[in-house]
């Protein structure tokens, strides 16, 4: 039968190489997102500073029992170095810290961004010196000498450091030649100590074996003498996640990310591969039905469609194991440059991704084969010739069950979308659900396509007249294969306007979010990094400052409480945690700096160990009780609940002191603080004041509110550019599926345009009917697609924005409509024009 298949191949190039183009693109495109969902599984980092550390000890950023991480960096305490040094095998236990330093230039021509560690941690990478000496007293430092250069830095000279918050002046006593970048600094074990956010804490713990110890058997035993802590023990690959914790926080981002535009790229491939499979058999009844005929069986007929397809389809995803790895780097190359991975994750794509994607695509086109040469085959000969000649039949159960499944599948995540989610978390029902109603409305194409082609008809035949009549007849009388143009120009544009206003409504609802929620005038940084606690104070005491409040972004967990615990115990479940943003903040600045709504308590109690919860956060709490917590990096807090405050749909957060969260950030510092200039002082007054020769502190840096808006605008903008990337790539291959849906039915109608030129009929004649016939596709297509994007951005745009009508400029509409109507009615007119180039006399009996 494979003989056969192979054979009959050379007969049918057009269908077989439609459905390879469409294989090779689907398979391709969801091997590329399977790589990308194992980068980030993995979460791997070559190890640069951490080189020479056989197995190194961090903190754990994964929330216990649960798929989650804590986004702050998870710390050591400082014995923990005793009990790894103690383990057998180990000839050292190094303790690394890491803390932001900000290096100014000679003459305060600039600053450089570095990281700094303590003088012991230099021989885990190893660092060698290159000039001077070690930094072995207090108040000298050691700089990487390619930021040395970079600075105008000698050794001997003095140079000020911006650690912690405040400008320190060291002596660089030497330039140091390692490993990774260039921002490195080492100072004093002294003066490290002293400039981490959390004393008594140690980011990673750098181990050294003994000459012939078993690195396996020493991390075995450190696991044993840290067991009950919330510790990772690394080695090999899994090194470099000690040194770039980002690698597994934002590895996550893109788990999720790959995964979502990942099943929907599968969808759209099943899709996209079941119509052009079935496309191509349906235009093979003719030949079924003479086999029928002269006797073969119908497990003939269904054997030699499979084994054809199973020919394509095997050669058509083999290839795309070749490009499918190659574009997931590519996406992994773009993500960085969006800064929503950092720089250092290592692209890893196994077997398990192509296995997917191509076996993802090999048993969507065996099964559409099957499904499509099931009814040509059990048809009886006679009843099969007159079904090719005019097929009339399209609906079964199975049909119809999987097509009121997917309706009621959409029906249900438009519900959930519009009424239970909301924000952010409103895409990830929206996005499946743009699928389920495409699937439907494709489940029922034919039927969908009648009615509207009943609708059109009138309108047409008055405009386009003869032509009109003769394109509204071809419609009637091939309902069915007509559906088989329509429905990728549905896919293409449902999809196109649904993802693409998707994304431009949830940009909006968060741009609209944070500028209603900022009444500030100005925003106070700092040139050295970050700010103290007490310069919040230092600058609201400044004249003309109504109020000033810090402003320390982080996230965390809400704990079960005790009733859930009972509740779950008994069910014999195990509750988890639900993930909040956090916001610490100054109760004396918080209500004017910000549109925060007090709904009880008061925020002038939110000091020391205390809460302020969102209305929803709130429910089942009273004011006074004690909220089980858990900070950024997974230290666990009781405040008491002091205040509830009203929320913004998706946007709300969690109160806390800012002086409680800065200690349990990864930087220990305070980003930036909101100020409100008093009345008659201007916000330029102001702003030179806090900077002039009187500030409160150094090195103060000010944005007014509109620069502040402004730069989150441009930030949420470039992480949002990284989907339309992944969207494009989603409708770029649904384009490609609707031009070579369209081609390939025009170019099978070459005998009925050569029996229409026989009998009379003028090429002219001939291309003005295809023309309206290309235009009635069109609109069919772009009625049943918009019909998909109401569908889904109706709900949506109520969960994020509050109103019917997504955002976005009309000109992605308009882009949308144009280019479904350009590519159906092109690609159209140029297959017809080639099909009538052959003489009619040469065309005669071309498919007998």
Not at 312 to 325: D, I
Not at 436 to 448: E, K, N, R, S
Not at 714 to 721: A, V
Not at 801 to 810: V, Y
Request: charged fraction near 15%; hydrophobic fraction near 50%; glycine fraction near 12%.
């Amino acid at each position: 039968m494979i003989g056969l298949a192979l054979r009959s191949l050379r007969f049918h190039k057009g269908g077989f190489i439609a459905s390879f183009v469409a294989l090779f693109f689907g398979a391709s495109i969801v091997i590329a997102c399977g790589g990308l969902l194992e980068t980030g599984v993995r979460g791997q980092a070559e190890p640069q500073r951490l080189a020479a550390a056989r197995v190194v000890v961090t903190g754990d950023q994964h929330y216990p029992g649960a798929n989650k991480v804590f986004q702050e960096r998870v710390r050591l305490d400082a014995a923990d170095v005793d009990k790894v040094r103690s383990v057998p095998g180990v000839s050292a236990a190094v303790p690394d810290v890491s803390f932001s330093v900000t290096v100014v230039r000679p003459g305060g021509k600039g600053a450089d961004k570095a990281t700094g560690h303590g003088w012991d941690s230099a021989r885990l990478a190893p660092y060698r010196l290159a000039r001077g000496t070690a930094p072995t007293a207090p108040g000298k430092a050691v700089l990487d000498s390619r930021l040395a250069a970079q600075a105008g830095v000698e050794t001997g000279g003095r140079v000020t450091l911006g650690v912690h918050g405040e400008a320190r002046t060291y002596e660089v006593s030497g330039l140091v030649e390692g490993p990774g970048d260039a921002g490195t600094v080492l100072l004093s074990d002294t003066d490290a100590a002293g400039a981490v956010a959390q004393p008594g804490k140690v980011d990673s713990i750098g181990v050294l074996t003994d000459d012939g110890a078993d690195a396996g058997q020493v991390q075995d035993g450190i696991e044993k003498a840290l067991k009950g802590e919330p510790v990772s023990v690394l080695t090999g690959g899994k090194r470099g996640q000690a040194e770039f914790p980002d690698v597994v926080t934002h590895g996550k981002n893109l788990v999720s990310m790959s995964a979502v535009f990942g099943g929907l790229a599968a969808m759209v491939t099943v899709f996209v591969v079941a119509s052009t499979l079935g496309l191509a058999i349906q235009q093979r009844q003719r030949e079924m039905a003479l086999l029928r005929a002269i006797g073969s069986t119908p497990g003939q007929v269904r054997r030699m469609v499979l084994s054809e397809t199973l020919v394509v389809a095997v050669f058509a995803t083999a290839l795309a194991c070749v490009p499918g790895p190659r574009l997931g780097k590519w996406l992994l190359g773009r993500f960085v440059d969006a800064g929503v991975v950092p720089d250092v994750l290592v692209y890893r794509a196994g077997w398990i991704p192509m296995v997917a994607g191509a076996g993802a695509a090999l048993v969507t086109a065996l099964g559409a084969a099957f499904i499509a040469s099931r009814s040509a085959s059990r048809t009886r000969p006679t009843e099969a010739l007159a079904e090719a000649a005019v097929q009339r039949r399209w609906l079964s159960w199975v049909r119809l069950l999987f097509a009121v499944l997917c309706l009621a599948g959409g029906t249900v995540l438009a519900w959930v979308t519009g009424a239970m989610m909301d924000g952010a978390k409103a895409g990830s029902t929206a996005t499946p659900a743009a699928m389920l109603w495409a699937a439907g409305f494709g489940l029922l194409g034919p039927g969908l396509t009648k009615v509207i082609t009943a609708l059109l008809r009138w309108p047409l035949r008055a405009f386009t007249g003869f032509a009109g009549h003769l394109a509204m007849l071809n419609a009637k009388a091939r309902s069915i294969r007509l559906s088989g143009a329509v429905m990728p120009v549905m896919l293409a544009s449902g999809l196109a306007t649904a993802l693409i206003y998707l994304q431009t409504t949830q940009s909006a609802g968060a741009e609209q979010s944070f500028e209603d929620n900022l009444r500030a005038d100005l925003v106070v940084t700092s040139a050295t990094g970050g700010l103290t606690p007490s310069a919040v104070d230092a600058v609201a005491k400044q004249p003309g400052v109504a109020a000033a409040s810090a402003y320390v972004p982080s996230s965390g967990f809400l704990e079960p409480s005790e009733a859930q615990w009972k509740a779950y115990h008994g069910k014999g479940q195990k509750p988890k945690g639900t993930p909040v943003q956090i916001q610490g903040v100054s109760p004396e600045g918080i209500e004017k700096t910000t549109a925060v709504r007090v709904v009880s308590g008061s925020l002038a109690d939110l000091r020391d160990d205390t809460v302020a919860l969102p209305t929803s956060a709130a429910k089942g709490h009273r004011l006074g009780d004690r909220i089980p917590m858990r900070f950024g990096d997974g230290a666990k807090t009781e405040p008491k609940l002091v205040a509830t405050i009203g929320e913004q749909r998706g946007y709300e957060a969690v109160l806390m002191p800012a002086s409680a969260i800065v200690a349990h950030t990864t930087a220990g510092l305070v980003p930036q603080i909101l100020v409100n200039a008093r009345q008659g002082t201007g916000s330029a007054e102001l702003a030179a004041a806090l900077t002039g020769p009187h500030a409160p502190q150094p090195g103060l840096m000010i944005a007014d509110r509109a620069a502040v808006v402004g730069a989150a605008v441009k930030q949420n903008d470039t992480q949002t550019w990284v989907a339309y990337l992944l969207v494009a790539m989603v409708v770029g291959y649904a384009v490609i599926a609707l031009v070579n849906s369209v081609v390939m039915a025009t170019a099978e109608r070459r005998r009925e345009f050569t029996l229409q030129r026989l009998i009379g009929a003028t090429r002219g004649q001939v291309m003005r009917m295809v023309t309206v016939e290309a235009l009635l596709t069109a609109l069919a297509g772009i009625v049943l697609g918009m019909l998909v994007a109401a569908a889904t951005l109706v709900p949506l745009s109520y969960a994020v924005l509050e109103r019917a009508t997504p955002a976005g400029p009309s000109a992605i509409l308009i882009a949308v409509l144009v280019s479904a109507v350009v590519l159906t009615m092109g690609s159209t007119l140029l297959s017809a024009r080639l099909a009538l180039r052959t003489r009619p006399s040469a065309a005669v009996g071309v498919r007998e």
